[in-house]
């Protein structure tokens, strides 16, 4: 079992849907949890970083994470076509003296439809 | 300039050959990392520096990778003798500070061995 589980889709939702991106893990020492939006042949965007169990929203996204459950999500309110993205959650953990590494899920790819 | 800048952006090799990546960091990142992203997965740490000093390499999967940032600044990801296995994309990441800060991600580079 890999320590970051996130099923790759596809997902394809009409424009305007509401969308539910999710992650859970396996490995308790992770402290920080980010999303980034992967475009085609592009490097990973980050859109949100979030360090404590809770919610945190950031204009249309919402971010979710539960560190009981080991479950994180992504929200994507009203969404658009320049949404079409495969998005990645990440997760951090200390490694060793001041040295942290991010271990990402697989990515979920998304298509909005107009 | 404005972002992470990774050169060459395709690199096609012929199995056997060794190759050099480069990497320009956002002015002024202290930290850089390297990550190897398979088709269809999400990226995989390979090495982290701080200024110039290598803080963490356990992500390099083999002796044949090699990577050095000798001033602090533009980094170097050489793989020597490739493999076919080797074919990923190569994505360069920096952050302004410490090792946990968000991660602003270059738009990588493509290698192919044939």
């Known amino acids: 079992q890999k320590e970051v589980e996130q099923d790759p889709g596809p997902l394809s939702v009409p424009e305007g849907a509401i969308v539910s991106l999710n992650c859970t893990y396996s490995?308790?020492?992770?402290?920080?949890f980010m999303w980034y939006r992967q475009y085609s042949r592009k490097g990973p965007e980050l859109l949100m970083y979030?360090?404590?169990?809770g919610n945190k929203e950031d204009g249309r996204f919402t971010a979710q994470v539960d560190k009981s459950s080991k479950y994180i999500s992504l929200f994507i309110r009203d969404s658009q076509p320049s949404d079409s993205a495969t998005y990645l959650c990440?997760?951090?953990?200390?490694?060793?003296?001041?040295?942290?590494?991010?271990?990402f899920g697989k990515g979920t790819k998304l298509s909005v439809i107009p | 300039g404005a972002g992470v800048s990774q050169s060459p952006r395709y690199k096609v090799a012929k199995r056997g050959q060794d190759v050099a990546l480069r990497c320009d960091p956002i002015s002024g990142h202290v930290s850089l990392f390297w990550y190897q992203q398979a088709l269809g997965q999400g990226p995989e740490f390979l090495t982290y520096f701080q200024n110039e000093a290598q803080l963490d390499k356990s992500g390099l999967p083999s002796d044949r990778f090699f990577a050095e940032r000798p001033e602090g600044s533009v980094s170097t990801l050489k793989i020597q003798r490739t493999q076919q296995e080797d074919s990923a994309v190569y994505l360069c990441a920096s952050t302004q500070g410490a090792s946990n800060q968000p991660q602003h991600f270059g738009d990588g580079t493509r290698l192919s061995i044939l």
């Open positions: 490995n308790s020492a992770f402290q920080y």
């Open positions: 979030t360090y404590s169990s």
């Open positions: 990440a997760m951090m953990n200390q490694a060793g003296a001041g040295s942290y590494q991010l271990t």
